[in-house]
Each structure stands twice: as C-alpha cells, then as structure tokens.
C-alpha cells in the first residue's frame, strides 16, 4: 500500500485539503445562515478568527517540525484542523436540510431538529 500521507509530500497536501475544507466550512456557513436568515458581520467576523486561529496553529506546527527536525506538529495540526472543518461542514450542510447519513450522531444538529419539532 502507498500511505501518500507519510512520504515527503504529505505536509503541503495536508495544506492544501486544509485549506479546501477551511474555504468549503466559511462557504457553508453563508449557506446556512442565507437560509435561515441570520446573516450578521459580527458571527462572520468572529468564524474568520478562528479561521486565522488555524492558519496561526498550522504555521506555528510547521516552525516546532523545523526547529525539531522532525515531522509531526505540522501532521498533526493539518489533520485536526481537517477533521475539526469537515464536522462543521458536515453540520453546515445537514441545519441547510441536506440529508446526510450519522447527522443523528451530531449534537448541533439534533438540537437544530429539536427546535424545528
């Protein structure tokens, strides 16, 4: 088996799916709250801190793996921010009504559908 994420490439695809999944969480996020009508400068100004919060996260991974010389802050960082992003995203698009399977599974939502009942 070829594990692309272990060879020397692995950090900038890492960046780059972090990166996607970033851009996919804010664009989800207008979604929703389009659809709801909850649109407000100051929920989008603090998404975009924590947006900034993982750039600064992953910059801070990259220099320890520089400064360490090994390779695991930037990793595991990149991953987190991805797994962290893609729950979002997941959520996003589950409270617009896009009906996703294990949204059972997510506390977010099930308080959304609460409401709606």
Do not use: H, Q
Not at 9 to 38: C, E, H, Q, V, W
Not at 44 to 50: A, N, Q, T, V
Not at 67 to 93: Q, R
Request: charged share 25%.
């Amino acid at each position: 088996m070829n594990y692309e994420m272990f060879n020397s490439d692995a950090p900038r695809t890492l960046l780059i799916i972090a990166s996607i999944m970033i851009f996919t969480d804010i664009l989800t996020g207008y979604l929703k709250a389009i659809k709801l009508k909850k649109v407000n400068s100051s929920i989008s100004r603090d998404g975009y801190i924590k947006k900034v919060g993982w750039i600064v996260a992953v910059i801070f991974g990259f220099m320890m793996d520089y400064i360490l010389e090994i390779s695991i802050f930037l990793k595991g960082t990149t991953i987190v921010c991805i797994a962290t992003e893609g729950m979002s995203i997941y959520e996003n698009l589950s409270e617009i009504g896009v009906k996703l399977p294990f949204s059972k599974y997510f506390e977010k939502i099930n308080k959304g559908d609460d409401k709606n009942e």
